[in-house]
């Protein structure tokens, strides 16, 4: 959490051995598990200021698997694929891409941009009105449109789960903060709300972050997700 000092951290990784390229976990969890008790303990008092993003396609892709392994009952989605692969190779595939696209939306729309788009939705959507008082009662409801998974297609066009795991990783430091800002606005907001209710999260989404220049793709797609949030 900003408010809290990083000391514990970096005094971790002046500690950790030196290396060439990427800090790996485990060097750190070594330096933790050598330090004196009274070290360690100021360490562990300061995790519970720490927020985790963790952005695992795994479980997602668990509740697909459940749900094909649901269609013959005693067949597991692993074996219900490799028949379908043997009977008719071109449904598998279709079966396949709409996996790879099903994970993908499941992980988009837990991730905290989308999490925050739908709580300013649900603070400022008026209710609807009764059928009977509409202009049009023929008037179908607006659909919500589906997420766009463009920036996340590899060269064959299908979606690369992967790649949505990374930039929606990248998008937590941007769009965390911005999170807290709309719990504390929805907490004040008495009435209907207005854009003045809005203006910590207006603001948060505005300071700049520094990101390495590893990915240019996420970080373009986490800029883009804050430009379409402002």
Same mark, same amino acid.
């Given at each position: ?13 002046? /500690? ?7 800090? $790996? @976990?485990?060097?750190? %969890?070594?330096?933790? #598990?050598? &330090? ?52 008719? /190779? ?7 891409? $709409? @996996?790879?696209?099903? %994970?993908?939306?499941? #992980?988009? &729309? ?52 992967? /790649? ?8 937590? @430091? ?57």
């Amino acid at each position: 959490m900003r408010s809290q000092s990083l000391d514990w951290y970096y005094d971790l990784l002046q /500690r950790a051995p030196s290396k060439l390229g990427e800090l $790996k @976990s485990s060097d750190v %969890t070594n330096t933790f #598990l050598s &330090l004196p008790r009274s070290a360690g303990l100021k360490v562990l008092r300061t995790l519970k200021f720490v927020r985790v993003n963790i952005t695992d396609p795994r479980p997602y892709r668990a509740s697909w698997d459940a749900i094909i392994g649901s269609i013959i009952p005693g067949v597991s989605a692993e074996e219900f694929m490799r028949r379908l692969e043997n009977a008719k /190779r071109d449904a598998a595939e279709r079966i396949r891409r $709409k @996996s790879r696209r099903a %994970t993908a939306e499941w #992980l988009l &729309l837990d991730s905290p941009s989308e999490r925050l788009r739908r709580r300013h939705r649900a603070l400022t959507r008026f209710v609807d009105p009764p059928y009977w008082a509409r202009p049009d009662v023929t008037q179908q409801h607006s659909v919500e449109p589906s997420l766009d998974l463009t920036a996340f297609a590899d060269k064959n066009a299908m979606v690369n789960v992967n /790649r949505v795991s990374v930039f929606v990783a990248k998008s937590g @430091s941007v769009f965390y903060p911005a999170l807290d800002e709309m719990d504390v606005a929805s907490q004040k907001i008495e009435g209907l709300a207005t854009a003045w209710d809005f203006w910590g999260v207006h603001r948060v989404l505005n300071e700049s972050h520094a990101f390495d220049d590893g990915n240019r793709q996420a970080i373009d797609w986490v800029d883009d997700q804050r430009s379409e949030l402002l």
